[in-house]
């Protein structure tokens, strides 16, 4: 298998466009993923804002990314990568099934959406239950939806939401809304939204699409007829295993700006598992670029 010039870990936009831009600079690539090619947005059912294309899913968008960087020359593998050890020669990388040598390493491992963990609720995911109001809110104009949390995404999300849907009403499990006050000002004002405080959602109603949601407050059940739920109750990078080599912040996103460097030489990092303002598709392949072009320069210089 040899020693690769750039092992990325994750295969979502971040980590392919990174070995995109690290095979057309002529450096031996390995992607190395642990659950599905292409990341996060294969479960998306509509991508309407990634430039060139005015409609596509993004499991298409994934495997398109995904074949133009298998038609440079990259290599791919599924593995679990729970430990990488800095040696004089670059990096090892242990896998669940394997171990693997880089030169460099760009960690693009994504961050999950924080779930509900309702028994049906993966097979809801684009049919009526959503994580993210910017990719998904315009398919639910005119509707009733919830937002699930009370934090500054969630309230952000409110607002998004009351100007194209007919309803929104805020489930919130804490007894008030945690977000800024400003945000909780401008929902208070807005006619068409609602705000329930010491509720949990305990059902997802619907077997292919969602027709509602059971909330219980108070010990007391009660149906909530909404056709979207928004789920904003937080999203966990996937950095843990390895916090010896990026500075992690209190949330547990790898510290770095926009040149995606970290505190460890030939260790980069990319995309929505970094400490960033947006995370969106265009953002992470455009992290990806900047990645690549700083590994390959960072591998010029030995």
């Known amino acids: 298998m040899g020693r690769y010039d750039i092992a990325v870990i994750g295969s979502g936009p971040a980590g392919l466009t990174a070995a995109l831009y690290a095979r057309r600079a002529g450096k031996s690539v390995l992607v190395l993923e642990k659950e ?3 990341g996060q947005i294969t479960f998306s059912p509509k991508v309407e804002n990634y430039p060139t294309h005015q ?3 993004g499991a298409a968008l994934s495997e398109q990314m995904l074949e133009q960087v298998q038609a440079q020359g990259a290599e791919l593998e599924m593995d679990h990568i729970t430990a990488i050890a800095k040696d004089a020669d670059g990096f090892t990388l242990n896998g669940e099934y394997g171990e693997y040598q880089s030169r460099t390493v760009i960690l693009a491992a994504g961050s999950k959406h924080r779930t509900l963990g309702l028994p049906n609720e993966e097979q809801l995911v684009g049919a009526g239950v959503c994580y993210c109001a910017v990719c998904d809110g315009a398919f639910f104009k005119g509707q009733d939806v919830a937002v699930i949390g009370g934090g500054n995404t969630a309230l952000q999300d409110t607002v998004l939401l009351a100007e194209i849907c007919k309803t ?14 400003a945000l909780q000002d401008k929902i ?3 006619p068409n939204v609602s705000v329930i405080t010491d509720a949990t959602v305990s059902a997802l109603i619907g077997d292919d699409m969602l027709t509602g ?5 108070n010990s007391a059940a009660k149906k909530l007829d909404v056709t979207g ?4 109750i937080g999203q966990k990078p996937e950095n843990d ?9 209190a949330y ?5 700006d926009e040149r995606c460097l970290t505190k460890t030489a030939g260790f980069f990092v990319a995309g929505d598992c970094r400490t960033k303002a947006i995370r969106q598709v265009v953002t992470a392949s455009a992290d990806g670029a900047v990645a690549a072009l700083a590994a390959c320069r960072y591998l010029d210089t030995l």
Do not use: C
């Open 55 to 57: 409609e596509i899913s």
């Open 36 to 38: 599905n090619f292409g």
């Open 252 to 256: 547990g996103y790898a510290v770095s």
């Open 188 to 190: 208070a004002a807005l």
């Open 241 to 249: 295993a390895f916090a010896e080599l990026a500075e992690l912040d």
């Open 229 to 232: 739920v928004f789920v904003a």
């Open 213 to 217: 949601i059971e909330i219980l407050r």
């Open 168 to 181: 929104v009403t805020v489930v919130q499990n804490l007894p008030k809304l945690t977000g800024e006050q």
